[in-house]
């Protein structure tokens, strides 16, 4: 079965600094998505992304957080000054219509 | 705005039992239902999906339910292993904006 991948599996970084998250989605998928999970919390919505453009954002989205499909195949989320609290696990997903969601193994962001 | 409620937060059942998990939500305008399963520091494997148009979906020992117009779901286990063991999660589509919301997921354990 075609999957998502995401890389790295594990990321250490220091506070202010900048990190990209990277996904390939699987390849005929239409509609993308990043969402992150906090150790012992939810699974929370991020964004999504469809047709090259920013379809929807959570208020926790904000001007630090940027996502871009720069070739057709990869998918990234870039975070540009680290904070303490954006430790989490970051899952990327993608759907070819909106219904069955295909995840990723999730990369473990620790901001130290 | 749609809640998604899964109890219990943990079950221990032993091996070789039946077990039913729970899910509930606020706003039955739903497009589907997914049930997802995930092991510790891994990403979220989907097990079943549940159009909004269907009560029921199946597969191996996994049978998912959906009763729209009360806002529940249930994931019945048969016959439980310690494969098994894991946390299980529920997510909802919302039909006005395709938004997916998880619920907190359940933490399974089955004793050998």
């Known amino acids: 079965e075609p999957e998502v991948t995401q890389t790295p599996s594990h990321q250490v970084t220091q506070m202010g600094q900048e990190v990209i998250l990277r996904c390939v989605p699987i390849s005929n998928h239409l509609y993308f998505y990043w969402y992150r999970q906090i150790l012992g919390q939810k699974v929370e919505f991020l964004v999504s992304f469809y047709n090259n453009e920013i379809s929807e954002k959570s208020e926790i989205f904000d001007d630090q957080f940027s996502v871009e499909r720069p070739d057709g195949s990869n998918f990234t989320l870039k975070i540009r000054s680290t904070k303490l609290e954006d430790s989490a696990m970051y899952f990327c997903a993608s759907t070819y219509r909106v219904e069955k969601l295909f995840f990723g193994s999730g990369t473990q962001l620790s901001v130290l | 705005k749609q809640e998604v409620t899964q109890i219990p937060a943990a079950l221990s059942v032993p091996e070789g039992e039946n077990l039913v998990l729970n899910c509930s939500f606020t706003?039955?305008?739903?497009?589907?239902l997914q049930w997802f399963r995930q092991d510790p520091g891994k990403g979220l494997t989907s097990l079943l999906l549940i159009q909004s148009s269907q009560r029921e979906q199946t597969s191996g020992r996994l049978n998912a339910s959906l009763d729209k117009s009360s806002g529940r779901s249930t994931l019945y286990i048969a016959a439980s292993q310690p494969g098994d063991s894991a946390t299980y999660l529920c997510a909802v589509i919302r039909s006005r904006d395709d938004k997916i919301i998880f619920g907190k997921g359940t933490r399974l354990h089955i004793l050998p």
């Open positions: 706003d039955s305008a739903i497009y589907n």
